[in-house]
């Protein structure tokens, strides 16, 4: 353990030889050798110029639903506690919440939800929390992020300074956004706003939410009851069985490359996107694989949901990356498809 030295000018929040266990849904054993929560700018601020002084290296963890550790860290991690969460109403009809980026993310839509607002409700039962989801631009059962994100706010690491970012300048796409690209380790997000709507605006396409369409009294909280039951059959709850939910990305391929494969497996299960290319499920491309029910070396594939890695020995993240590989490696085999890890690996 390393002694606190106050002639160093340490942070307040600064933790040594934290573990981050206990922090990350998927529970796998490390250590940061700095840690530090912050609950205000200036907090995050002297974390920075502390590890600036240092010369180590930080990375920022939210909820830790979508990291996965193969090693201990070897520098600084920030944790935002951000966590004032508000409304402002906008035009007719319409919201705006605003929050921290320490919230967590079902707060948020619990937030919404009990107010009766539109928006978030197909979002629900998402690990993680606000200042994440932008960066992932998080989505489910037909809705994405992107879809109700007004703006936020973030530190700009190498300038020093807070800046905005619009809906445009966030760069979204499919689990991507400019934070995951040519921004990434530079911005820290603080709080972030989202449009929200008192019009009943349902979105109910997804399978099993299509038999709400015909219901008159129809709420918010009634979609989100409905997409918590259909999650639950298919993910396993991380405090109980340690996940990081959907640990693959679902490939997207061409049109052509689709209709082969679909010629070979009849069953294949796709969705055409807007752009013409096909998104396929890599839960049935893993589960075609052999590995639905997998399990070896204490983890494992989830027996509901094959594009859920499990960890129930709390097994090191090298253990369950080498598995991950195995599976791309298989799936690349039979179907030459690349399935891209979701969490981001470190060190």
Not at 2 to 30: F, Q, V
Not at 72 to 78: A, K, Q, R, S
């Amino acid at each position: 353990m390393i002694e606190r030295n106050p002639e160093k000018n340490w942070p307040a929040c600064l933790e040594h030889n934290k573990p981050l266990g206990p922090l990350i849904s998927m529970a796998t054993p490390a250590t940061a050798r700095a840690f530090c929560r912050v609950e205000s700018l200036a907090d995050l601020q002297a974390a920075l110029a502390w590890a600036n002084a240092e010369s180590l290296p930080y990375m920022v963890l939210g909820g830790g639903s979508n990291l996965l550790f193969v090693d201990d860290y070897p520098g600084l991690v920030i944790q935002p506690g951000f966590s004032q969460l508000a409304l402002a109403p906008g035009a007719e009809g319409q919201y705006q919440l605003v929050g921290g980026a320490g919230v967590p993310w079902q707060q948020v839509v619990d937030f919404a939800v009990a107010r009766n607002l539109w928006g978030l409700e197909n979002l629900t039962r998402i690990p993680g929390s606000l200042g994440a989801a932008p960066i992932q631009n998080i989505g489910a059962y037909g809705v994405e992020l992107d879809q109700v994100f007004d703006s936020l706010t973030a530190l700009d690491v190498q300038r020093g300074e807070v800046v905005a970012f619009s809906r445009e300048q966030c760069g979204f796409g499919y689990r991507q956004s400019v934070f995951k690209g040519d921004g990434k380790g530079r911005y820290i997000v603080l709080e972030v706003r989202l449009n929200l709507s008192a019009e009943p605006r349902p979105v109910l396409s997804y399978q099993g939410l299509e038999d709400l369409a015909g219901e008159s009294a129809l709420t918010p909280a009634k979609v989100a009851a409905q997409v918590a039951a259909l999650r639950g059959q298919k993910l396993p709850d991380p405090a109980a069985l340690p996940n990081s939910g959907s640990f693959f990305h679902n490939p997207l391929v061409s049109h052509a490359q689709a209709d082969r494969l679909r010629a070979r497996y009849p069953a294949l299960v796709s969705y055409p996107q807007p752009d013409g290319r096909v998104k396929l499920a890599a839960g049935w491309l893993i589960e075609q694989a052999g590995f639905k029910g997998f399990a070896e070396q204490g983890v494992g594939v989830h027996r509901a949901q094959a594009l859920v890695l499990v960890n129930p020995g709390r097994e090191s993240g090298a253990r369950v990356l080498a598995l991950a590989v195995r599976i791309q490696h298989k799936v690349r085999e039979l179907f030459d498809v690349e399935l891209v890890i979701e969490p981001g690996v470190y060190p």
